[in-house]
């Protein structure tokens, strides 16, 4: 069992920067991928960021790319996801999830923290 909670949100300026976290209870964190979605008012739920249970494999959405970086301390039981340059389009409910394999699916990770939102302004 996982339990995760997310923190680190918050209203920020476009173009600005937030570092959401995620802390994990449980000592097998270290065997899992971690992903972070995003869902925005009447919108599905979206892949944003995963890295795998080592920390070397991450992959990124494509509207991410390049502005956002996914991060893990396994010592410390934690995810991150550094957000830069950030656009009123990334204004969203942030997630963090657990799950076996670093997918864009939201089926597949076992478990989900409650969210923390994120709020960009122009």
């Known amino acids: 069992q996982v339990q995760l909670v997310e923190s680190g949100g918050g209203l920020v300026q476009a173009g600005g920067s937030l570092r959401l976290s995620c802390a994990a209870s449980?000592?097998?964190?270290?065997?899992?991928?971690m992903g972070w979605f995003r869902q925005a008012p009447g919108k599905e739920r979206e892949f944003v960021a995963g890295i795998s249970w080592s920390g070397r494999g991450t992959h990124y959405a494509d509207s991410v790319r390049g502005r956002f970086t996914i991060s893990r301390d396994n010592a410390k039981n934690t995810v991150y996801l550094q957000m830069n340059s950030l656009k009123s389009e990334d204004t969203a409910v942030y997630f963090c999830?657990?799950?076996?394999?670093?997918?864009?699916?939201?089926?597949?990770?076992?478990?989900w923290g409650q969210g923390t939102q994120v709020t960009v302004s122009l």
């Open positions: 449980g000592r097998t964190f270290n065997t899992y991928a």
């Open positions: 999830a657990a799950g076996p394999s670093v997918v864009v699916r939201t089926a597949p990770y076992e478990y």
